[in-house]
């Protein structure tokens, strides 16, 4: 029998007689391998590309045609599509179905279909007024209870909450019953009525392919391909059709230099995921050794070399690393393969189950290393163990390495220095990258640093003594469970604080050019008479809400021009569109009456808020249009304190807009109100017209990323986790010292402080040399996280609660954990 097979018959029956420590050890190894997996499986699974969604757009159909609106410019090519609208937003084409069909061709049969939204009370719900009978729609709808509908029936959706029988009633229409159930294919979490007689309400969205809109489903006697494509985008038709996705051109392979960037920080989330799972087994596969010393003494004593005594030990990395990884894998895939329709019916979309087989082998054989390294220092000190001093039941010296402090200073000192020259790079990858650097040096130094900190032993109690002085004389253990709790708590300080940092930053820079709580209502390019309606219907849907005019600036010709001016903001040089009002509307952005500022408007001088925008008495203009030459202009403008503090923008009297040689027409109108939750004045505005823009100013609304607060669950499990797999390793080596203390009389509390003084000990050296790490790296990630342009200054922002709660929080968590654990040893024989 050769060696290797030996010995991994070895460690097959060394695993299965210690039960719970494998089962620890491929918890370790394979929870990271499960979560990747599945998180890979989920979202391959979730994507569904065009091929796979073709039934549900297209049925049994060969192309899928949708009028675009009159004046629409539309032109698409296999990469994508492009339209322009003109005129005043008519509603929809007048292509017949005859005319469309005698573009694609004698033999072409069509049957129509309309997507919109049906309201039901108050409420609104897609809607699709199709013949689900047609043979053509086989396969968009699935039938999973009753029947398809016929004439003054309807489908619906699961997910609508609606059964059987139930009536369906729009307002003016007459009511439907519901006679099938039906599922998506691809959507469980769609609310959507069908039917061949819908009464579909007016979209308040502006046209786009693919959303809402009526259109056409053909049989075509041959494919359409991307060569009939311009003469149908040319009578206003956008096309989907079967045939067209396999004709798609590839884009050829090209090297970008954004790929360094994206391996760099690839290579550098490896080496972090099996830096963390190496040092949260490695103490884990140490318990093992510990009690194997014995059984490797006798086979070295038995002629085995430490060559032999290596491949023993590596061999129990190989199996549990490869079954944990085996596990792990198959287990990812079925979570992802299940939970991806669970996900869907909260909301998105599942197709077929796919398995991206690339990246999960290659996760799974990262596992199967990570395994076999976590092995590897274990596997050199069993090799290096002296056989006698085993065999006579003394413990073996711990022996330092002196020059590893040094090359953990010089590891140290180099990752700083990167950090400090990736501090200036726009991608905080390269930050990231510099962090492994300094995480693999304290890895280095940290036997070195449990060495150090263990002098202040002396000082301390004698539970506390005991704990420190076996971490000091069992290094390697300790030096493993530490290392792990400082990788884990410098990254999760350093997310916390680059995190912390770029939502400041958001907030501390967010502008508006409206105070909070004003609604606006734009008019684009329309008719006067179309105005004025717009204007009566704003007026009779918002009673006894006084309404201040904006205007609008337009050539001699009738061309629109916007009134732009720069202003850095953020660090970015952003251009702001001057308002044009009067004192209405200066009340309205100042939230008051302010005399100077009102005198100045009237005087013919703008009123600006964005105080860098004003030079020397002036604001810097630049007039521009779509279909126009640009104008540059310079008016006199004074700065004003507006209502809110982040607000900016400037205020245009008409007179000086007048003056540079343009006319101006009313076509906006402003308003200190709120509409309520589930308000229709945009889609009652849009009956009026579809050229009608509703915004109402909220405010900064972001909240700090909750899911901060998750990393902080993923520290938990894992230093805690990491703690006590140590804590349980010391409290196996200190079976003798705890026993001579419980025969002396020692209380059951002083042999429980014992076992929770080594976690005390390795959580809060670990937590402390971690915020030192965390810190650092956390403070050179604001930068690129928060700057971003020339002159703009980084944001630096610590979350106090999180931070403590992962420096302090966890060690204390770990400690109080180690504390309730059972201390009762077993009786042992003494010789007399």
Same mark, same amino acid.
């Given at each position: 029998m050769s060696a290797v097979r030996a010995a991994l018959r070895i460690a097959r029956r060394s695993a299965w007689r210690s039960r719970g420590r494998s089962a620890l050890i491929m918890v370790m190894i394979g929870l990271p391998v499960l979560v990747i997996t599945a998180t890979l499986t989920l979202m391959a699974t979730m994507t569904v590309t065009g091929r796979e969604g073709q039934v549900a757009e297209l049925g049994a159909a060969d192309a899928r045609l949708v009028p675009a609106p009159a004046g629409t410019v539309l032109r698409q090519e296999p990469n994508g599509a492009s339209w322009t609208t003109e005129g005043d937003g008519a509603a929809a084409s007048e292509l017949r179905a005859a005319e469309v069909a005698a573009l694609l061709g004698p033999g072409t049969r069509l049957i129509p279909f309309n997507t919109g939204v049906l309201q039901l009370g108050t409420e609104r719900v897609d809607a699709l007024e199709i013949d689900l009978r047609d043979p053509l729609t086989k396969g968009m709808l699935t039938l999973a209870e009753g029947r398809f509908p016929a004439a003054r029936e309807v489908a619906v959706t699961s997910a609508s909450g609606l059964r059987l029988g139930d009536l369906v009633q729009s307002p003016g229409a007459a009511p439907l019953t519901v006679v099938g159930v039906v599922e998506h294919p691809h959507r469980p979490s769609l609310r959507q009525v069908v039917g061949p007689d819908l009464s579909l309400a007016p979209s308040d969205q502006f046209w786009s392919p693919g959303e809402y809109g009526a259109g056409w489903l053909a049989d075509t006697p041959k494919p359409v391909v991307w060569a009939d494509v311009p003469a149908l985008n040319k009578a206003g038709l956008y096309v989907t059709s079967r045939a067209m996705i396999p004709d798609s051109p590839r884009a050829p392979a090209r090297f970008f230099p954004a790929e360094v960037q994206h391996t760099v920080g690839l290579g550098a989330m490896v080496v972090m995921v099996v830096l963390e799972t190496v040092l949260l087994a490695g103490p884990a596969f140490a318990v093992g050794l510990r009690r194997r010393r014995r059984e490797l003494a006798e086979i070295a004593a038995q002629g085995g070399s430490a060559r032999h005594l290596r491949t023993i030990v590596l061999a129990d990395g190989l199996v549990l690393g490869g079954a944990a990884t085996f596990m792990a894998t198959v287990l990812g895939i079925g979570a992802g393969a299940l939970g991806a329709p669970i996900v869907a019916r909260w909301g998105g979309q599942a197709g077929p189950v796919e398995v991206p087989w690339a990246p999960v082998l290659g996760v799974a054989a990262l596992g199967l290393i990570a395994g076999t390294v976590a092995a590897l220092v274990p596997a050199v000190q069993a090799a290096r163990q002296d056989t006698v001093s085993v065999l006579a039941g003394r413990a073996p010296a711990v022996a330092d390495r002196p020059g590893w402090p040094l090359a953990g200073?010089? &590891?140290?000192?180099?990752? =700083?220095?990167?950090?400090? +020259?990736?501090?200036?790079?726009?991608? @905080? =990858?390269?930050?990231?990258?510099?962090?492994?650097?300094?995480?693999?040096?304290?890895?280095? &130094? !940290?036997?070195?640093?449990?060495?150090?900190?263990?002098?202040?032993?002396?000082? =301390?109690? =004698?539970?506390?003594?005991?704990?420190?002085?076996?971490?000091?004389?069992?290094?390697?253990? !300790?030096?493993?469970?530490?290392?792990? +709790?400082?990788? +884990?708590?410098? !990254?999760?300080?350093? +997310?916390?604080?680059? !995190?912390? @940092?770029?939502y400041m930053d958001r907030r501390n820079a967010y502008t508006s050019a409206r105070p909070t709580g004003m609604l606006a209502i734009w008019g684009g390019t329309m008719a006067d008479g179309t105005w004025n309606k717009l204007r009566a219907e704003t007026a009779r849907r918002l009673p006894n809400v006084p309404l201040a005019a904006g205007y609008q600036a337009k050539d001699v010709e009738g061309r629109r021009y916007a009134l732009r001016y720069t202003v850095r903001w953020n660090g970015i040089r952003t251009r702001r569109t001057a308002a044009i009002g009067d004192q209405a509307l200066l009340r309205l952005l100042q939230g008051r009456h302010d005399p100077q500022a009102a005198a100045a408007l009237a005087s013919g001088k703008a009123v600006v808020f964005d105080a860098a925008a004003v030079h020397d008495g002036k604001l810097a203009l630049r007039a521009g249009s779509t279909s126009g030459p640009a104008r540059k202009l310079e008016v006199p403008a004074v700065l004003a304190t507006p209502a809110d503090e982040h607000q900016g923008g400037a205020l245009l009297p008409r007179t000086v807009v007048e003056q540079a040689g343009f006319a101006t027409a009313e076509r906006a109108l402003y308003a200190m109100y709120r509409p309520p939750a589930g308000s229709t004045l945009g889609r009652d505005l849009a009956k009026v017209t579809r050229r009608v823009t509703v915004a109402s100013e909220e405010g900064y609304r972001n909240v700090p990323d909750p899911g901060l607060w998750s990393w902080l669950v993923g520290a938990l499990v894992l230093v805690v986790g990491g703690t006590l797999a140590a804590t349980g390793l010391a409290a196996a080596d200190m079976r003798p010292e705890r026993s001579t203390m419980m025969a002396i009389g020692a209380p059951p509390g002083t042999l429980r402080m014992v076992v929770a003084g080594q976690a005390l000990y390795i959580s809060g050296l670990g937590a402390l040399v971690g915020l030192v790490a965390g810190t650092v790296t956390g403070v050179a990630l604001s930068r690129p996280m928060t700057t971003h342009g020339a002159g703009d200054p980084a944001t630096l922002a610590i979350p106090w609660p999180f931070v403590i709660a992962v420096v302090v929080g966890l060690p204390v968590l770990a400690t109080v954990a180690a504390l309730i654990t059972r201390t009762r040893l077993p009786l042992a024989r003494r010789l007399l």
């Open positions: 200073g010089v &590891l140290v000192l180099a990752g =700083l220095a990167a950090t400090v +020259v990736a501090r200036r790079q726009p991608d @905080s =990858l390269w930050v990231w990258s510099a962090a492994v650097l300094v995480m693999i040096g304290l890895v280095v &130094l !940290t036997p070195w640093l449990v060495r150090l900190t263990g002098r202040v032993a002396t000082r =301390l109690r =004698l539970p506390l003594r005991v704990s420190v002085r076996d971490a000091v004389r069992h290094r390697s253990r !300790t030096a493993s469970a530490v290392a792990a +709790v400082m990788a +884990v708590t410098a !990254t999760v300080v350093a +997310v916390g604080i680059g !995190t912390q @940092s770029e």
